[in-house]
């Protein structure tokens, strides 16, 4: 039996739930030198935690988390719970060597993502290895987007066009959840599916953003405290709309919100190049848009890729041609990498410091949408 990777993770909702089914399947799916092992899971409520562990797959459950971290069969810490709680998780993990995988937005401030990025830092000179999860990365259409624009097929990147849309609290019953109350998430669709798009477009062009001019909306106010005919107040914004430079040369627009009705996940990323175009919709995954404008004219015309080849990213684990694959999938690529990065003693990209970037502009769409000007973006010290 091949070395096996201990997890411990921390939360079980829809986060936990994916992570879960990516452990479950990343060694049937691929071949790696090391076997993750579910080892134990914990969450805030002792009935919830167990029904979560029978459920989802993990071989024992606890309510404190830092028994998780001081247990010697434990090799990973996967974070999957609410934003506030990354700082302290993440930092105790490193300390004692763990290895870290944390998921996106890495914080809710720049102060503590950038001490989570100094830490993982730190521990990188002992082995121990830290990734944010910024699972659309790996959907294979993405990744080959990025092949793509490496290889200089769509030429100099022009124009960036990027937006994460969903519709689930339009309703103005929809109660107060946590996502909605900045202390707990850090901010809304900002920093929520902002983030995606911001890592995605960033990874795809290979170019940084620079400066912002951004501006935010809370179209509903208050709302119902859950379980309560109480209202509270909705401390983030709805939506957040930018414009960018980035370090390239590009230029680019920016749109998350959670007020797009009809809209349930449509992330969408559309780059115009000197040569070309690639699009990227999340809602036809296993598909990539291509316009080649070095083909005679006579010819050219949007050619529709189906990343669902041998050749393409992470296809020859799954089905037979032309079969696709889903949102699942990028959870189970990214444990792949990360393990993949563990046993090669390499780093998985993307960092805390990728992350800690991320937070810049997050951070600086926020400041530029408060003081309704034009604002630069921070960079990380390398
Ligand atoms: C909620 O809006 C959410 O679950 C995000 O937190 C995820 O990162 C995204 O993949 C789907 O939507």
């Not at 414009?243 to 992330?267: D, M, P």
């Not at 083909?295 to 393409?312: D, Q, S």
Request: glycine share 8%; with cysteine; charged share 20%.
């Amino acid at each position: 039996m091949s070395k096996q990777l201990r997890v411990g993770m921390v939360g079980y909702a829809f986060m936990g739930a994916a992570h879960s089914q990516a452990w479950r399947t990343v060694n049937h799916a691929f071949d790696l030198p090391l076997s993750a092992r579910m080892q134990a899971v914990s969450g805030r409520s002792a009935q919830a935690v167990a029904a979560a562990a029978t459920r989802l797959g993990w071989a024992e459950h606890t309510t404190d988390w830092r028994s998780l971290i001081t247990r010697d069969d434990i090799d990973l810490i996967d974070i999957c719970s609410p934003g506030d709680t990354h700082f302290e998780i993440a930092l105790a993990a490193l300390a004692a060597g763990k290895h870290v995988l944390c998921e996106k937005p890495l914080a809710n401030t720049v102060a503590e993502a950038r001490e989570m990025a100094a830490a993982a830092e730190a521990a990188r000179t002992t082995g121990v290895v830290a990734m944010c999860g910024f699972n659309y990365r790996r959907v294979p259409a993405v990744t080959l987007m990025r092949e793509m624009v490496a290889a200089g097929r769509i030429g100099d990147v022009r124009h960036i066009r990027a937006n994460y849309l969903q519709d689930w609290i339009v309703d103005p019953w929809f109660p107060l959840v946590w996502r909605l109350r900045k202390e707990v998430a850090g901010s809304g669709a900002l920093g929520d599916i902002g983030a995606h798009i911001v890592d995605l477009t960033q990874h795809v062009t290979g170019q940084s953003i620079t400066t912002v001019s951004a501006l935010t909306e809370t179209f509903v106010k208050r709302r119902p405290l859950p379980g309560s005919d109480e209202l509270g107040d909705v401390t983030v914004d709805d939506a957040a709309l930018f414009l960018a430079r980035l370090s390239g040369g590009a230029i680019a627009t920016y749109e998350a919100t959670r007020f797009a009705t009809g809209r349930k996940n449509g992330l969408r990323v559309e780059l115009n190049g000197s040569l070309g175009t690639l699009a990227f919709d999340f809602e036809r995954m296993n598909e990539l848009e291509f316009y080649d404008a070095t083909k005679p004219a006579a010819e050219r015309g949007f050619t529709r890729i189906l990343v669902t080849e041998p050749e393409h990213p992470y296809m020859t684990a799954w089905w037979p041609a032309g079969h696709p694959i889903g949102y699942e999938h990028t959870f189970t690529h990214q444990a792949r990498d990360l393990i993949e990065a563990i046993s090669t003693g390499q780093h998985p990209a993307p960092s805390f410091t990728d992350a800690l970037q991320v937070q810049l502009v997050l951070d600086a769409v926020s400041r530029s949408a408060e003081t309704c000007s034009w604002t630069t973006v921070e960079q990380p010290e390398e």
